[in-house]
C-alpha cells in the first residue's frame, strides 16, 4: 500500500509562508520564500501553502516562482470564495506540477453577519459556486469553513457537504480564532463524519490557531477524531498567537506512536534547519524553552538531571537532540580553516548554498575569524542568515564608521549605503552611538517607519561574540522585524534596522484583502 493511500497517513500541510506571514512583523521577500520551499520540500511537507496572489504583485511572484520550482510537495495558493481571487490564485499556481487551490468562506453566524454582511443561504451558495470554480482550474481543491469552530452545526454540515458536492477533496475545518478545546473539538469531527452524508469522498483538514495554546493538542485530537491533514507552520508562526506549530505535532507523532498511530512523511531531521532559517528570515526569534526548537529544549542543567543523563539518557530524555537535526554546538573552524571544511559544515548545519552564496558566506567566515578566535556553529549561522539569505535586498550597507566615549560628545557617525545600486554617504550625530547611526539611515533613506524596539543579544559567550540586534520598525500599522549580526555591535545595529527597512518595502506593496480575518 502507497504512503498516500494509508488511512494513517497524517498530510502535512504547511502555511508558514501564508498564514505565517500574516503574523505582525513577519514578512518575506521573494529569495526567501524561495528557500523556504526548498527547505520545506527537502524535508517531505506534502502540501506548501506559498502564499495569497489576490494579496499583493509579491505574493503573486512567490506562488508563480515557487510553483515552477518545487516538484514533489503540492504547491498552494489561497483565495477568498471569489472568481477574481481563484483566478488570480489559478494563474500563478500555472507552472506547478501538483497545485491545489485553497478557497475559504465564513461560516459562523458572527462572520457572516459583521464581516461578510450576507445572509447564510448566500454563503452557501458561494461555497458551491467558487469551488466549482476552483475546480474548472485543477483537481486539487481545499474548501476552508472560517470559524468552523463557533459555526451552527446544521449550517456547517451543510456546507461541508455542498463543498464535497462541488468537488473539494480536502474540507478543512479551522478554528480561526483558537476557541475551541480538544474533547469538544474531537465531538465536532465526529459530528462532523457522522452527519455529512458524502463526507467520506473528502479529507477532514484541521487548521488550529493557538489563541489558548491549544493549536497542538486541538489538531492532535482531530487527528484521533479522523482528520488526515493537519496545517501548520514551522516554529508556530501565524497570525496573533500563531498556528499550531509542524515541529510539534510531527514530533508528537512520532515520539508517542505508540498512544497515536499515524505517521507522516516529514524528515524530522531537518526540523531544526527550517526552524532556524524561519526564525532569520522573520526575525521572530524561537523562545528558549519552545518544545523541540527552543534553545534549552534538549538542555540539561540541574545536577540531578546532568547525573541522570550521564547514567542513561533515556532518564530525562524522550526524543534525541538528533532526531530532530540537533547537532551538538562544537568549536570546528578557526583562521585556518578552508573553504572545503567550511562548505562541509555549512551543510551539517543544513545549508546548501549555491556557489556565489557558498562564495560570500565564506569571505564573511574569514573576516569572522580573523577578529575573532572561536568560531561556533552559532556563528555561521548567524553569518549566513545575516548575509547570503539577503542578496536582493534594495537597501545594503556598505561602510559605517561611529566615534563615541567620553572624548567625542555628542557621539558621530559616518555611513555608506547602497540605495537601489546607489551608494550614498552622511554623517550625522545623536544622543548616542546608535541613535548617530540610525539618524544618518533616516537622513539617506527618509522614512515615517517609527523604532518599537532595539534589542541586542550576544551570539556566544565571550566579549569576542558576535552581537545580534533585533530591531522592531512600524509604518501606518505594518510591523516588520529586522536582524543582523557582526562583532561590532553597531555595525549589527545598521544592518538590523536596514533590514527592518527592506522588509517594510516589500511589506509595503501588500494591501490586506478586505474579509479575511486569519
Ligand atoms: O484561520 C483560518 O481560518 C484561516 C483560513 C483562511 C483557513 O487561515
Ligand atoms: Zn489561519
Redesign the pocket.
Known amino acids: 500500500m502507497s504512503a498516500r493511500s494509508d488511512k494513517n497517513r497524517i498530510t502535512i500541510f504547511d ?1 508558514t509562508m ?2 505565517g506571514e ?1 503574523s505582525p512583523g513577519a514578512s518575506m521577500n521573494l529569495d526567501e520564500k524561495l528557500r523556504i520551499a526548498e527547505v520545506l520540500e527537502g524535508m517531505g511537507v506534502d502540501v506548501i501553502e506559498a502564499g495569497f496572489p489576490i494579496a499583493s504583485d509579491g505574493d503573486f511572484e512567490a506562488v508563480n516562482e515557487i510553483a515552477k520550482v518545487v516538484k514533489n510537495s503540492t504547491v498552494c495558493g ?1 483565495a477568498r470564495a471569489t472568481k477574481i481571487d481563484i483566478n488570480r490564485c489559478a494563474d500563478a499556481l500555472k507552472p506547478a506540477k501538483r497545485s491545489r487551490i ?1 478557497t ?1 468562506i ?1 461560516t459562523s453566524p458572527i462572520h457572516m453577519k459583521h464581516k461578510l454582511q450576507m445572509e447564510p443561504e448566500d454563503v452557501l451558495a458561494q461555497v458551491t459556486e467558487s469551488v466549482t470554480h476552483a475546480r474548472s482550474f485543477v483537481d486539487d481543491v481545499e474548501w ?1 469553513a ?3 469552530t463557533r459555526s451552527e452545526h446544521d449550517f456547517l454540515c451543510r456546507c461541508v457537504e455542498a463543498a464535497i458536492k462541488a468537488g473539494a477533496g480536502t474540507v ?1 475545518i ?4 483558537g476557541y475551541t478545546v480538544p474533547q469538544e473539538f474531537i465531538e465536532l469531527i465526529n459530528m462532523l463524519r457522522d452527519r455529512v452524508p458524502n463526507i467520506d469522498k473528502a479529507v477532514i483538514s484541521v ?1 488550529c ?1 493557538n489563541d489558548l495554546g491549544l493549536g497542538v493538542a486541538n489538531s492532535l485530537a482531530a487527528v484521533g477524531a479522523g482528520a488526515r491533514q493537519v ?1 501548520c507552520t514551522i516554529n508556530g508562526l ?2 496573533r498567537a500563531g ?1 499550531a506549530s509542524l515541529e510539534e505535532v510531527v514530533m508528537a507523532l512520532r515520539t508517542r506512536n505508540d498512544a497515536m498511530p499515524y505517521t507522516t512523511g516529514i524528515k524530522t531531521e531537518d526540523i531544526m534547519k527550517a526552524s532556524r532559517l524561519v526564525s532569520g528570515v522573520t526575525g521572530f526569534a524561537v523562545q528558549p524553552n519552545k518544545a523541540i526548537v527552543g534553545a534549552n529544549a534538549f538542555a540539561h542543567e540541574a545536577g540531578i538531571h546532568q547525573d541522570g543523563m550521564l547514567k542513561h539518557s533515556g532518564t530525562y530524555e524522550i526524543m534525541t537532540p538528533e532526531s530532530v537535526g540537533l547537532t551538538e554546538s562544537k568549536l570546528v573552524l578557526g583562521k585556518h580553516s578552508g573553504r572545503h571544511a567550511f562548505i562541509e559544515k555549512l551543510r551539517d548545519l543544513g545549508y546548501d548554498l549555491g556557489d556565489n552564496a557558498a562564495q560570500i558566506a565564506f569571505k564573511r567566515f574569514k573576516d569572522l575569524a580573523d577578529l575573532k578566535k572561536d568560531v561556533f556553529d552559532e556563528d555561521i549561522i548567524a553569518l549566513v542568515d545575516d548575509e547570503v539569505v539577503r542578496t536582493n535586498d534594495r537597501i545594503r550597507v556598505v561602510e559605517l564608521e561611529v566615534l563615541c566615549g567620553t572624548k567625542h560628545q555628542p557621539p558621530k557617525a559616518e555611513l555608506e549605503l547602497e540605495i537601489d545600486g546607489e551608494v550614498k554617504s552622511c554623517k550625522g550625530s545623536g544622543d548616542g552611538p546608535v541613535d548617530a547611526a540610525f539618524n544618518c539611515i533616516q537622513e539617506l533613506f527618509p522614512h515615517k517607519a517609527r523604532l518599537q524596539l532595539y534589542q541586542v543579544h550576544a551570539v556566544t559567550g565571550g566579549t569576542d561574540a558576535q552581537a545580534e540586534v533585533t530591531v522592531r520598525l512600524e509604518e501606518d500599522g505594518r510591523t516588520v522585524n529586522g536582524r543582523g549580526a557582526d562583532t561590532d555591535t553597531m555595525v549589527a545595529s545598521v544592518k538590523a534596522y536596514v533590514n527592518a527597512l527592506n522588509k517594510l518595502l516589500v511589506k509595503r506593496q501588500k494591501t490586506a484583502p478586505e474579509a ?3
Do not use: I, K, M, W
Not at 479551522?174 to 480564532?177: E, L
Open positions: 502555511t501564508r498564514d500574516q489561497l485553497h475559504f465564513a476552508s472560517e470559524d468552523a478543512n479551522p478554528d480561526t480564532v487548521h490557531h496545517e501565524g497570525e498556528n479575511l480575518s486569519a
